[in-house]
């Protein structure tokens, strides 16, 4: 005998309850993997979700400060690696005008910013840079935006050279 309330409302009677529990169990079934596989898609579609957003830098990091000082030999070797690694993006004087820049733009999406305008040079701390250098700029996927150097530039020290070579950019384009 059917309980009631299994009765009340479906309008179909006895037979009638077994039929729309079938259709709810293959309802489910049928679902459940779509509902997954959007809410995987909508994952995929959010990358500021992500815990480790590779465009996020660490307050600790964004707050380090410069160790070395600024010394025209520092600067000097700063440059080296700069040509070496840096320059076929960003260009000789950091405008963004290397000549990979629009190649890895319609590639990637990305071309980098003009390191010369003192806009974006307010906008970065030592740290930052620095960060920016050692790690990079790498999307989900393997799609790497800008190069991480912690690697390829072993030496911190460099790398802080680095970083003051960066901020001679502006000043060194107006001259
Ligand atoms: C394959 C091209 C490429 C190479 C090589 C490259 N970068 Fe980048 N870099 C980018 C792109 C693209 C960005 C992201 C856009 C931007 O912020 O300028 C970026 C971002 C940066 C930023 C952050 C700018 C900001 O406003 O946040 C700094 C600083 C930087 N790069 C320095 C360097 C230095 C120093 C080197 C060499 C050690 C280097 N890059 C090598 C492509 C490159």
């Known amino acids: ?6 009765r009340a409302g479906t309008g179909c009677g006895r037979g009638g309850g077994e039929m729309m529990k ?18 995987l898609e909508r994952q995929a579609a959010d990358p500021t979700k992500d815990a480790d957003d590779p465009y996020e ?11 070395m000082v600024r010394s025209d030999l520092a600067l000097r070797s700063a440059q080296t690696l700069w040509k070496k690694h840096c320059e076929s993006c960003h260009g000789v004087t ?21 390191l010369t305008n003192p806009k ?12 920016r250098i050692s790690k990079g ?7 790497v935006i800008m190069p991480k150097y ?16 960066v901020r001679e950019l502006g000043p060194a384009a107006k001259r």
Do not use: C, Y
């Not at 912690?150 to 070579?165: A, C, G, H, N, Y």
């Open 57 to 67: 830098i660490p307050e600790a990091a964004r707050e380090r400060r410069n160790p």
């Open 137 to 143: 700029i790498i999307e989900e996927g393997n799609n």
């Open 120 to 131: 974006v040079q307010d906008n970065l701390t030592d740290g930052e840079i620095f960060w």
């Open 22 to 39: 079938q259709l709810v169990w293959v309802g489910a079934l049928v679902l459940a993997p779509l509902v997954a596989v959007s809410a």
């Open 94 to 114: 950091g405008r963004g005008d290397g000549p990979d820049a629009r190649l890895h733009e319609k590639r990637k999406g990305h071309a980098p910013r003009n």
């Open 1 to 6: 005998m059917m309980p009631e309330w299994s």
């Open 150 to 165: 912690e690697d390829k530039i072993p030496s911190e020290t460099e790398r802080w050279q680095l970083v003051l070579f």
